[in-house]
């Protein structure tokens, strides 16, 4: 027997958003709220919640305009990376016969490129190619269950040799890859949404607002007032609030394990799963944070610095400190923050605290 829980689908959830001035006001907008700074629109998509705070100042006419465009937005991308939906560009790139599939969409060889990227920098940490595998554990599907050992074995093997080959080919309008190769962008596809929105806000003129695309956050500027915009951490323990960091200009994504799992004979198998053993990354982490400049960029070091576990992702944060800091939380409630953040990342859990540094 196991227990089914798909928590994200239902709430926002890995990061909850703190504006100090909270008292909502109901505006006549469907799903919009409004307060003294920001106006707050909700909807669902990319299998999550979604939440857009735009400044109050707009008008509810513009408000209406920047809220649909917006959602649009998220919805063509996701259209264009589900794996589940036949109509999906990304659907018809992993089912396609052949080995070259051409006229393949713009955006999505972005994504693709993007997310290969990550896999070379992260050492394959970060994998787009791991969907035979993960599919089979049904994160994607709902149809939970833990994958035969040789199923597993015999899929990490094929992807090895696809890596070692360098048998993937994103062109300029083409992916080659062998056919039994499938891609899974969701360790990327919010944070590369994210992005978009911030760029389309940014050709609006609007230089202050949070963008919450399922706990993948981007503060642009800052509130009306001039001061940073808290940002609250999710606890992975209990999902209250971890913290607090004072941003402005930035992106902050979380990878968790309680973000989607299934229990089976008193095991959590969660959905981040450790591209060198075809099983739930399993190192004494529960939750990775990542605050860098682009959402896409934190949104795959999330999910990869997850998978190496504290002492390889501490290592790579050496290595790259320029781009990125984190907050790493283990099973055993301690939180390791990187040195950058030490000014701005607030917490008052009585957890035990440690610095990372150089
Ligand atoms: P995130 O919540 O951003 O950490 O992304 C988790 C999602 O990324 C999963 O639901 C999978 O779709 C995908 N994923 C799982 N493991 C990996 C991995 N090692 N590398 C890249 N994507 C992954
Ligand atoms: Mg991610």
Redesign the pocket.
């Known amino acids: 027997m196991y227990k089914k829980l798909r928590k994200s689908s239902f709430r926002i959830m890995s990061i909850a958003i703190i504006v100090a001035t909270m008292a909502f006001i109901m505006l006549g907008l469907t799903g919009c709220n409004r307060n003294s700074d920001f106006i707050t629109k909700q909807f669902f998509a990319m299998d999550t919640w979604m939440e857009i705070h735009l400044p109050a100042e707009y008008s509810e006419d513009e408000l209406e305009t920047y809220f649909k465009d917006i959602e649009a937005l998220v919805r063509n991308l996701e259209g264009l990376c589900s794996v589940t939906s036949p109509a999906s560009d990304l659907y018809k790139l992993n089912n396609s016969e052949e080995e070259t599939t051409t006229a393949v969409n713009e955006e999505l060889l972005k994504i693709l490129s993007e997310a290969e990227t990550l896999e070379d920098l992260t050492n394959g940490?970060?994998?787009?190619k791991?969907y035979i595998i993960?599919k089979e554990w049904g994160?994607?599907t709902g149809d939970y269950k833990v994958p035969d050992s040789k199923f597993i074995e015999e899929g990490l093997k094929k992807i090895a040799e696809v890596v070692e080959n360098n048998n993937v080919v994103i062109g300029e309008d083409y992916v080659t890859r062998p056919v039994e190769i499938s891609f899974?962008l969701?360790?990327i596809a919010?944070g590369y949404a994210t992005d978009l929105v911030v760029e389309y806000l940014k050709e609006q003129g609007i230089d202050s607002a949070i963008i919450n695309l399922g706990g993948n956050v981007h503060v642009l500027g800052e509130k009306a007032d001039g001061s940073a915009i808290n940002v609250g951490i999710t606890d992975p323990f209990d999902e209250s609030v971890l913290g607090t960091i004072a941003l402005s200009g930035k992106a902050v994504?979380t990878?968790g394990n309680y973000?989607?799992y299934f229990e089976l004979d008193g095991k959590r198998y969660h959905?981040?799963?450790?591209?060198k053993t075809g099983y739930p990354a399993d190192n004494g982490l529960v939750s990775v944070t990542i605050i860098a400049e682009d959402a896409s960029y934190a949104?795959g070091l999330?999910?990869?610095l997850?998978?190496m576990g504290l002492d390889e992702a501490s290592e790579f944060w050496r290595q790259n400190s320029e781009s990125f800091d984190a907050i790493f939380v283990s099973e055993n409630k301690e939180i390791y923050y990187t040195s950058g953040i030490a000014d701005i990342f607030e917490c008052n859990k009585e957890y035990t605290k440690n610095m990372v540094t150089h």
């Open positions: 940490a970060f994998c787009d791991l993960s994160f994607t899974d969701g360790g919010k994504v990878s973000e989607r959905h981040i799963i450790d591209s949104d999330s999910t990869a997850f998978v």
